[in-house]
């Protein structure tokens, strides 16, 4: 590979160095280019800008490989729990028993959320959206928690990334008992991490609440495979707004925003609503496909393609196992799994989705399994961003500790040349 690339512009030639990662990818650092030669690149969606360079997670998209820290996603799945996953993604080596141990107890000194946040719930109608919640919740913590993070002091590090773990986890649930109107609960510091969500979201003051560890098994598994995935459009906002020197929680919030859309976690929950649909509809598939390939028609199969995954994606091959053994495990039938399956197998047979590498991605086959466990579809998207929490503090924490400069892309103005300012009685 040459160690440089050449870029002809007005019959000026210009030198730029390549860049060659771990895995092979190869990058042509144009760090210079408007210095020397005053143009710049343009790249909508920034399909082919690299934002960084990033230790934390390798994927390839046209092999469907997934690894963080350098061990494969499937390892993980089947082997690690959720807190390991997180230690693992943020602090770059999977924990000994006595790492994991003292996280989780540090993790615990900040599972108390300050009671006055209980007062900003209040002020949220019933009806509100869990991740419009979620993002403004986060949003506040800064200000119960206003004491700036100095990233290379490791103390003040360490504490913030476990206070934000503590309290993310609670405020998430929060957002699901104030729709139901149930009192808020407190992280149970006897508990796991995982087994604390169910408790969180479910226990009644009425009576016990038991646990059932196949629950926790598929939603550990859930959340290692939610985790981090490189630079996607949460965790590119997380840096971008991290690069301004904004603190943690301000971050996070704004990546929760991100992660809402529908094109990105807001999918699981679209991806249901629209097997529903189908299902409600009498269950004929192939209309939806017809719908998804019209390009009058403005509607997608959700849950289908990937902007990095062009073979498949793997998260979704493990995932759809899961979702068949935990509805076998737990005894649910689903007639939405079996209409899934059927789209799934349609769209894979069809000319439009080969022609386009349309695959399943992470989220087609995860609303089945949440549903399942008995998680309203609202909150579909708010199990991601639980789960990709430990993703975008590493993230945030490698931007900082790298420091990194601040995020401010540049554009080609298309917009009206200098005009004269018209009078209003002239307009
Ligand atoms: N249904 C129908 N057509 C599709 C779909 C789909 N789900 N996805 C892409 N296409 C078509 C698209 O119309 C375009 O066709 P043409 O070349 O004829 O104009 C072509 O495939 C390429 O699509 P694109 O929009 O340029 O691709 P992208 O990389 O910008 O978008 C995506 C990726 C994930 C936004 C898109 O595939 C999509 O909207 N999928 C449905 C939403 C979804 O499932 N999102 C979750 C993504 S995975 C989890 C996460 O990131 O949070």
Redesign the pocket.
């Known amino acids: 590979m040459s160690k440089t690339a050449i870029l002809e512009l007005d019959g000026k030639k210009y030198e730029f160095p390549v860049f060659v990662g771990t895995e092979n990818e190869v990058a042509i650092d144009i760090n210079k280019l408007r210095d020397v030669s005053g143009a710049i690149t343009l790249d909508p969606?920034y399909?082919n800008s690299g934002a960084c360079k990033s230790e934390i997670t390798f994927l390839d998209g046209e092999e469907g490989i997934l690894r963080y820290r350098g061990y494969a996603i499937e390892d993980l799945a089947e082997k690690a729990n959720f807190l390991e996953v997180t230690y693992l993604l943020i602090f770059g080596e999977l924990p000994k028993k006595s790492d994991l141990e003292r996280f989780e107890t540090d993790i615990r000194k900040y599972t108390l959320v300050n009671e006055e946040m209980k007062n900003i719930i209040d002020g949220f109608p019933k009806t509100a959206h869990p991740m419009g919640v979620l993002a403004a919740l986060t949003s506040a913590l800064t200000a119960f928690n206003p004491k700036s993070v100095n990233p290379e002091n490791e103390k003040d590090l360490y504490e913030a990334i476990c206070k934000t773990i503590g309290k993310f986890l609670v405020i998430a649930t929060w957002t699901y008992r104030k729709s139901m109107g149930y009192p808020l609960n407190y992280y149970d510091n006897t508990k796991g991490y995982v087994d604390n969500f169910m408790n969180l979201m479910f226990s009644l003051p009425t009576g016990p609440y038991k646990i059932d560890p196949v629950v926790v098994n598929a939603l550990d598994k859930l959340f290692i495979l939610h985790a981090d995935?490189e630079q996607?459009?949460?965790t590119s906002t997380v840096r971008m707004v991290g690069s301004s020197h904004a603190g943690l929680f301000a971050s996070i919030s704004a990546g929760v925003s991100a992660?809402w859309g529908?094109?990105?976690?807001?999918?699981?929950q679209?991806?249901l609503e629209m097997l529903d649909e189908i299902n409600k509809s009498g269950g004929d598939v192939e209309k939806f496909i017809l719908k998804?390939?019209d390009?009058n028609d403005p509607?997608?199969?959700?849950?289908?393609?990937?902007?990095?995954y062009k073979n498949f994606?793997p998260r979704a091959k493990i995932i759809k196992k899961a979702a068949d053994e935990v509805l076998t495990a737990l005894g649910v039938e689903d007639p939405l799994l079996d209409i899934a399956m059927k789209l799934e197998q349609a769209a894979l047979n069809d000319e439009?989705?080969k022609a386009?590498s349309?695959y399943p991605?992470?989220?087609?086959y995860s609303g089945i399994i949440y549903r399942a466990l008995g998680i309203p579809t609202d909150m579909f998207t708010v199990m991601?961003a639980i789960g990709r929490l430990p993703g975008w503090i590493a993230q945030w924490k490698e931007m900082r500790l790298n420091k990194e400069p601040i995020g401010r892309p540049r554009q080609v103005y298309t917009g009206s040349p200098l005009r004269d300012f018209v009078d209003m009685d002239k307009r």
Request: contains cysteine; proline residues 3%; aromatic residues 16%.
């Open positions: 969606g399909k995935h996607n459009c949460s992660l529908p094109l990105h976690g807001g999918a699981n679209a991806v998804a390939k390009k509607f997608r199969l959700m849950g289908f393609g990937h902007r990095v994606d439009y989705f386009r349309l991605n992470v989220d087609f991601f």
